[in-house]
């Protein structure tokens, strides 16, 4: 089927397509809204881009991302310094910090252990949270990797990687989501619910 763009506009297509979420289907309909829109969202958002491509770093204390390094959570004086979270993911510290679940410091790993993909303890930021926890001040790690398989397999070798150490390792609670209704819910999150449950 013959192209009915020219080469600039299909190449804006196909980098579309690559985000998560958008499919051909969906990147065609967003380059066109952003061809539309020139001077409102297309020009805007290609300087915003070269913005972040010049001074996005990643946080030398914990991973995330910042124009500063360490980043403003690692500089933010509020914050409890003997209260570690590890994630998996900049994603994730995002999803708990727009939840005000804590006020700790993050540690970032960069992915989880997968032995089918090839990813291995090598291949995230552990020397970082081993040394972060070495240096003292640290009285809690809390785990919280997602309720998968590579993510408890990834809980259970931190654990193990972190008993020399006088730290409390935690992981995030699984189970019935707030206002989740029994009858929709999985076996899997029954199962853990049913085996995490509290005192009333």
Same mark, same amino acid.
């Given at each position: 089927?013959?192209?009915?763009?020219?080469?600039?506009?299909?190449?804006?297509?196909?980098?579309?397509?690559?985000?998560?979420?958008?499919?051909?289907?969906?990147?065609?309909?967003?380059?066109?809204?952003?061809?539309?829109?020139?001077?409102?969202?297309?020009?805007?958002?290609?300087?915003?881009?070269?913005?972040?491509?010049?001074?996005?770093?990643?946080?030398?204390?914990?991973?995330?991302?910042?124009?500063?390094?360490?980043?403003?959570?690692?500089?933010?004086?509020?914050?409890?310094?003997?209260?570690?979270?590890?994630?998996?993911?900049?994603?994730?510290?995002?999803?708990?910090?727009?939840?005000?679940?804590?006020?700790?410091?993050?540690?970032?790993?960069?992915?989880?252990?997968?032995?089918? %993909?090839?990813?291995?303890?090598?291949?995230?930021?552990?020397?970082?949270?081993?040394?972060?926890?070495?240096?003292?001040?640290?009285?809690?790690?809390?785990?919280?990797?997602?309720?998968?398989? %590579?993510?408890?397999?990834?809980?259970?070798?931190?654990?193990?990687?972190?008993?020399?150490?006088?730290?409390?390792?935690?992981?995030?609670?699984?189970?019935?989501?707030?206002?989740?209704?029994?009858?929709?819910?999985?076996?899997?999150?029954?199962?853990?619910?049913?085996?995490?449950?509290?005192?009333?």
């Amino acid at each position: 089927m013959a192209s009915v763009t020219g080469p600039e506009i299909e190449r804006l297509i196909q980098l579309l397509a690559k985000l998560p979420g958008l499919g051909p289907r969906s990147a065609r309909r967003a380059a066109l809204h952003l061809v539309k829109k020139r001077e409102q969202i297309l020009g805007p958002l290609a300087d915003a881009m070269q913005v972040a491509r010049e001074r996005i770093l990643v946080c030398d204390s914990c991973g995330n991302i910042d124009t500063l390094s360490p980043c403003t959570l690692c500089s933010d004086p509020k914050r409890d310094n003997t209260l570690l979270i590890v994630v998996e993911d900049v994603a994730d510290l995002w999803a708990l910090e727009r939840a005000g679940a804590t006020a700790g410091r993050y540690h970032v790993l960069g992915g989880v252990l997968a032995a089918l %993909d090839g990813i291995g303890p090598k291949d995230l930021n552990l020397d970082g949270l081993v040394a972060r926890v070495a240096s003292g001040g640290i009285k809690e790690v809390i785990l919280a990797l997602n309720a998968t398989v %590579d993510g408890q397999t990834t809980a259970h070798y931190i654990t193990d990687l972190l008993s020399p150490y006088e730290v409390i390792v935690t992981k995030l609670a699984h189970g019935v989501p707030v206002g989740g209704e029994l009858d929709y819910l999985d076996e899997g999150t029954l199962t853990a619910a049913m085996r995490q449950r509290t005192a009333v």
